[in-house]
């Protein structure tokens, strides 16, 4: 397969290809001469296997949720901090206030980051909630 790396991505030879200089080469997907001129080759599937291995996809941590899928995660793997949730619950009129009038918590919030902070949960201990909210 005819591939080129490039931006951390490999990108197969398109149909059609515009050169620096504004000429469009048609069919240059069929062209061996031309895509190796502008810097594709062909990758074996061996080559591109160890690619991927050493390119992995980039991890991307959620930054929303639902109320439940926040209490669901918590009572699944947290227990120690859903009771203390409660108990901040049970004990602030700011974070009933706030738990009441919201639909999804976005962990970048000043709100959210506040009540986080008020729990003691650290941002490593956020991090692991967000990948385990729908696991």
Not at 110 to 122: H, M, P, R, S
């Amino acid at each position: 397969m005819w591939l080129k790396e490039q931006d951390n991505q490999l990108i197969p030879a398109p149909v059609n290809f515009r050169t620096p200089d504004g000429v469009t080469i048609c069919n240059f997907n069929l062209d061996p001469d031309a895509m190796t001129r502008y810097g594709w080759r062909d990758w074996t599937e061996a080559e591109i296997e160890a690619w991927k291995q050493a390119h992995p996809d980039p991890v991307i941590l959620r930054t929303m949720c639902t109320k439940y899928e926040l209490v669901t995660c918590l009572e699944k793997y947290f227990p120690e901090l859903l009771a203390s949730l409660r108990t901040a619950y049970a004990q602030s009129a700011d974070l009933q206030f706030y738990w009441n009038s919201v639909l999804d918590l976005d962990r970048n919030n000043a709100d959210f980051q506040n009540l986080v902070q008020n729990l003691g949960v650290t941002s490593e201990q956020l991090d692991e909630i967000f990948s385990k909210i729908g696991a």
